[in-house]
Structure formats: C-alpha cells, structure tokens
C-alpha cells in the first residue's frame, strides 16, 4: 500500500527542509520530489508556511520521543542521562547530512517571532528547558540550570554541524556534568 501523499509531503519536506534549508526548498522542489500536483500540495497545506510547521512539528515529537526514553532509560538519574545524551549527540553529529538542529536552523531563517515558525521553534526549546530544569531539580540546583544546559546543547549541535562532532558530545558531557557537580 502507497505510503498517503501528506506523509510522503512530510517526508520529502524533512528530507530537503533539513539538507538545503527551509528557504532554499520550494513548494514545487516538494511537489516534485513526491510526483504529486499543486492541488493535492495546497490540499493537505495551505501555504509552504504550514509545511514548514508540520515538519517541525515532526521534528519536535521525535526529539521530544527520543529525550524522554533517555530520561527514563537513566531512571531520573541526571548524571546518566546527560552522558546518554552526549553519546546520542556524538552519534548524531558523525552522521552523514548532519546539519545541526534544524530548530536553530528555522530560527535563523525565520527571524519574526511572532511568524508561526519561530512559535514552533520557542515552543520547543522552552521544551528542552523544562525537561533539563525537571532533570536537575532533584539535585536542588538552581532553575537557570536548565538555561545553561540548553546553551550547551545549542553549542555543541553547532559544534557537530562545524565538523566537531567527538569536540561537540565531549565538551557537552564535561560541561553539564561540571554543572551538575557544581
């Protein structure tokens, strides 16, 4: 059975969204790529904008799927998850087409933050906070844990997009765990 068409918009949307950026993609590029027409694209989303959205909003629930399975894997162990999380990180970065997060990406694209995309991008880093501030919190750290932990999520997915990917998981693990330890 032939995989529905807005599925395969997603997945040509994720596909090239993520390796050339979300400006440089067409709607016709996407159109293209899945052998469909205008009618059923605008069918299924309205503007490019509403696409954009969808393949974030894919993008979230999986990170958000795999963070929460590393989490829970760790048994609320902060110190664990945070190594769990470089290693994934590590294994992320050396993967062929890495390009960095694609939320930092949309954000660099889409500088107005009242635009529907850089809701979906704040959406979600006030996400990733949260759960590093909830990971922490049992340590009795400060909340603002949870900001620095994301700045070095920011810096090492930029690190690995540079071509530092061992750099970008090990200055990770080292600096969340110098936090953590205080």
């Given at each position: 059975m032939t995989e529905p068409v807005r599925e395969r918009l997603?997945?040509?949307a994720d596909e090239l969204f993520y390796a050339y950026g979300l400006r440089a993609v067409s709607a016709d590029k996407i159109i293209d790529r899945v052998g469909t027409t205008k009618v059923t694209f605008y069918r299924h989303f309205r503007t490019k904008d509403d696409l954009v959205v969808a393949y974030l909003e894919r993008r979230a629930a999986a990170e958000r799927a795999g963070v929460e399975a590393v989490i829970a894997a760790a048994g609320g162990n902060a110190e664990a998850a945070l190594r769990m999380m470089s290693e994934g990180l590590g294994q992320m970065a050396c993967a062929p087409g890495f390009r960095g997060c694609p939320f930092i990406n949309a954000?660099?694209?889409?500088?107005d933050a009242e635009s529907?995309?850089?809701?979906?991008?704040?959406s979600h880093r006030a996400w990733w906070?949260?759960?590093?501030?909830d990971l922490v919190a049992p340590l009795g750290l400060p909340a603002h844990t949870g900001d620095d932990l994301m700045v070095l999520r920011d810096g090492a997915m930029v690190?690995?997009?540079l071509g530092e990917a061992d750099v970008a998981a090990g200055s990770f693990l080292r600096a969340g765990l110098a936090l953590l330890n205080g």
């Open positions: 997603l997945a040509a954000a660099a694209e889409y500088p529907p995309v850089r809701r979906i991008v704040d906070k949260k759960s590093f501030e690190a690995g997009y």
